[in-house]
């Protein structure tokens, strides 16, 4: 299903192992979207943080800050649509703020955190549609362990069911944008074509009216 003339941002979103880059990957070839991916591979930082996450959680939420809205910049420039991989809203209002309450971050580096990225929104807006992958603690740890990065494999249980509180508090409370939630969980869209059908057919009605709401 080629959709290009239509321009819009949509944002996958979920916590670590959630299936984030599987479905942007799947639904930008799906519907002709140009995808854009988290600097995770190629990300100075993230292995020493997973080592010393005290020390370098500053270093490293501000190069992801960086890395994202330089892809925001150039996404409100492309002629066609974007699909990302993680949002920069998940990256403040999840990850930057499960880092500043288990006390990770000094009082300082917050605030002056929280202060750039607050003139950051005043030229970002909102993605046009954010899918939000919802997944137990058990079903992200299952994921991680069979991509076998080294540096995810030492991950605290702790620390993904702080992350998977603050996504649930973001995606009720914080977020005031167009939210879509799926239940990982129960599904297997990258296997199952009958799955992927059920989340494509919910986009078609939320982006373009093609079906009658449930």
């Given at each position: 299903m080629q959709t290009k003339s239509?321009?819009?941002?949509?944002?996958?979103a979920g916590n670590i192992g959630s299936g984030k880059s599987t479905l942007t990957r799947m639904l930008a070839k799906h519907y002709g979207w140009t995808p854009r991916f988290e600097s995770v591979d190629h990300n100075p930082y993230l292995e020493d943080y997973y080592r010393d996450i005290?020390?370098?959680?500053?270093?490293?939420?501000?190069?992801?800050?960086?890395?994202?809205?330089?892809?925001?910049?150039?996404?409100s420039q492309s002629a066609g649509t974007i699909i990302q991989d993680r949002s920069i809203f998940e990256g403040v209002y999840v990850f930057m703020a499960n880092n500043k309450a288990m006390g990770h971050l000094s009082d300082r580096d917050y605030d002056t955190y929280?202060?750039?990225?607050?003139?950051?929104?005043?030229?970002v807006k909102l993605p046009d549609l954010m899918i939000y992958l919802r997944a137990s603690v058990a079903h992200l740890v299952g994921n991680i362990q069979k991509r076998g990065r080294d540096y995810e494999?030492?991950?605290?249980?702790?620390?993904?069911?702080?992350?998977?509180?603050?996504?649930?508090?973001?995606?009720?409370?914080?977020?005031?944008?167009?939210?879509?939630?799926?239940?990982?969980?129960?599904?297997?869209?990258?296997?199952n074509p009958a799955d992927f059908a059920r989340i494509t057919t919910r986009i078609d009605r939320l982006l373009f009216?093609?079906?009658?709401?449930?």
């Open positions: 239509i321009v819009m941002h949509i944002v996958i005290h020390r370098w959680s500053f270093n490293l939420e501000v190069y992801f800050l960086k890395e994202r809205f330089r892809d925001l910049l150039q996404i929280m202060e750039l990225f607050e003139q950051m929104l005043t030229v494999q030492t991950m605290q249980l702790e620390y993904l069911e702080n992350l998977n509180n603050r996504y649930e508090d973001f995606i009720t409370r914080q977020y005031k944008g167009r939210v879509m939630i799926v239940e990982k969980d129960d599904i297997d869209f990258e296997n009216g093609l079906f009658p709401s449930e």
